[in-house]
């Protein structure tokens, strides 16, 4: 089957490609233009708090074995607070449509963000970094109908001294182009700056930055209504020893909590269940 997706792929090309590099494509790079604000970041002393979390899982007959953890640091590598983390077995149940149903991810993402949170209320003495969006989190939880977890990430949108920053984005919420702004903001610009922020009608401001000349761009989220000249001192605090276009301490952070698919092995062998049949082993892997 594998030959003829290929095949599809290569005789869909044109069409396929067109969805990207769509006619107004001109138009809306224009726009993106239009809307960015050259800066250079201000060498300034800020030592933010970097948080994140990771979870990872392994399905059994009737159970999931389950380890999640996050962490809040500071660049030089020290914790800004305790670590939170959690091991255990579940059928990792959720309501969806009134019934119950087993969604790993939504379930581990739902105890990833409680754990952030309680993070970032232990760290709010120091401005806070927290890897990825709010708003992505929130409208997933909306959809999903999880209401923990759309708890937390409202508490969180009405903290002050937090910002959230995603590598990744596909929301079209500002260009309202065929796909994410960031890829628009990514071909029409190249030097350091920040398109004009955007208030969300959740309370949240929007901007898409760069933190130096031909870096990737990120797309930043911020509480409450911010401004261009408030933009500038967030990008100035993100920019603080920043590697590579990216906040140092959020690259820290994500090393400090990944949880891989090895340290899963490792945690059901002390946990004695690595003898448990997998549910893929009637696929023979």
């Known amino acids: 089957m594998i030959i003829e997706t290929y095949e599809y792929a290569v005789r869909m090309r044109e069409q396929i490609v067109n969805s990207v590099d769509s006619e107004r494509q001109g138009e809306l790079l224009r ?26 899982v392994s399905s059994h007959h009737g159970f999931y074995t389950y380890a999640v953890d996050a962490v809040s640091v500071l ?19 959720v309501v969806e449509e ?28 120091r401005h806070v970094l927290i890897d990825g969006s709010v708003l992505a989190r929130f409208y997933d939880s909306r959809t999903r109908k999880m209401t923990t977890f759309l708890n937390y990430a409202s508490d969180l949108m009405g903290m002050e001294n937090i910002t959230f920053v995603a590598k990744t984005s596909t929301s079209n919420s500002i260009l309202h182009g065929l796909v994410g702004d960031m890829y628009y903001f990514t071909k029409a610009t190249s030097s350091s700056g920040f398109s004009a922020p ?69 945690i059901e062998g002390a946990l004695g269940l690595s003898v448990e049949a997998s549910s893929r082993e009637v696929l023979g892997e």
Request: hydrophobic share 35%; glycine share 8%.
């Open 75 to 93: 660049a030089n590598g020290s914790y800004a607070a305790e670590p939170k983390y959690e091991v255990g077995v579940d059928s990792m149940l």
């Open 98 to 125: 009134g019934e119950m149903i087993s969604n790993p991810s939504l379930w581990l993402e739902s105890r990833g963000m409680r754990y952030e949170h309680d993070l970032s209320v232990e760290s709010s003495s």
């Open 31 to 56: 726009a993106a233009r239009g809307m960015w604000v050259e800066y250079k970041p201000k060498d300034v002393q800020a030592d933010p708090a970097g948080i994140d979390s990771s979870w990872n």
């Open 198 to 266: 955007v208030h969300d009608r959740n309370g949240i401001t929007v901007a898409y930055v760069r933190l130096s000349d031909h870096t990737p761009v990120l797309r930043v989220e911020a509480p409450g209504t911010v401004n261009e000249s408030e933009m500038m001192g967030i990008m100035d605090i993100l920019s603080a020893r920043a590697y590579g276009g990216y906040p140092y301490v959020l690259r820290v952070a994500h090393e400090r909590c990944k949880i891989s698919n090895s340290d899963m092995g490792i």
